[in-house]
T-cell receptor, first 115, second 109 residues
Framework: DADVTQTPRNRITKTGKRIMLECSQT?????MYWYRQDPGLGLRLIYY???????NKGEISDGYSVSRQAQAKFSLSLESAIPNQTALYFC??????????????FGEGSRLTVL | TQLLEQSPQFLSIQEGENLTVYCNSS?????LQWYRQEPGEGPVLLVT?????EVKKLKRLTFQFGDARKDSSLHITAAQPGDTGLYLC?????????FGTGTRLKVLA
């Protein structure tokens, strides 16, 4: 099983619908991240969390919200999806004990299409 | 927010050629990481460079951290189709990971 698991892997929805993407990890890491990737482009940080009580906005947080339900779970919500939120979304984790050189571990991605 | 610019943005080469891609910033970093993302997958760490002037080799890939720790390069010798992917740099030692713009490499057989 993957260390960082994202569900769903693919989702097609309509404009105005509420969507939740879920991420769970078995690595025991305290830090978790949500990124967005548009076709042919790099990764942009949406939100990040350093522990259950710590949530921070990233580069492009407008239109998104997150919830850190437990150390191992970090969910991304689109309250009212719009077509330009069509993208590939990645969850990632890291270990704060290795903050200076720590590796980011990514999930396999969730492809979201908003019609 | 620090900005990491990567160049070139796109690169298409023939198998066996050599190439270099760059990651540049006006900021000084305590470390810098390179990731590779293959189609349909999440990025995977290739290397972390920590010391100014440091050179690390990973088979045919050579990574260098600039003396002033503001920039880095990745050189691939005798590129192979398996090197195809998106190469991303990101500064380490920060409380969040803001990636560079990326270089998309395609190696043709």
């Amino acid at each position: 099983d993957a260390d960082v698991t994202q569900t769903p892997r693919n989702r097609i929805t309509k404009t105005g619908k509420r969507i939740m993407l879920e991420c769970s990890q078995t690595k025991g890491h305290d830090r978790m991240y949500w990124y967005r990737q548009d076709p042919g482009l790099g990764l942009r940080l949406i939100y990040y969390s350093f522990d259950v009580k710590d949530i921070n906005k990233g580069e492009i947080s407008d239109g998104y919200s997150v919830s850190r339900q437990a150390q191992a779970k970090f969910s991304l919500s689109l309250e009212s999806a719009i077509p330009n939120q069509t993208a590939l979304y990645f969850c990632a984790t890291s270990d704060s004990l290795r903050a200076s050189t720590g590796e980011l571990f990514f999930g396999e991605g969730s492809r979201l299409t908003v019609l | 927010t620090q900005l990491l610019e990567q160049s070139p943005q796109f690169l298409s080469i023939q198998e066996g050629e050599n190439l270099t891609v760059y990651c540049n910033s006006s900021s000084v970093f305590s470390s810098l990481q390179w990731y590779r993302q293959e189609p349909g997958e999440g990025p995977v760490l290739l290397v972390t460079v920590v010391t100014g002037g440091e050179v690390k080799k990973l088979k045919r890939l050579t990574f260098q951290f600039g003396d002033a720790r503001k920039d880095s390069s990745l050189h691939i010798t005798a590129a192979q189709p398996g090197d195809t992917g998106l190469y991303l740099c990101v500064p380490g030692g920060t409380y969040k990971y803001i990636f560079g713009t990326g270089t998309r490499l395609k190696v043709l057989a």
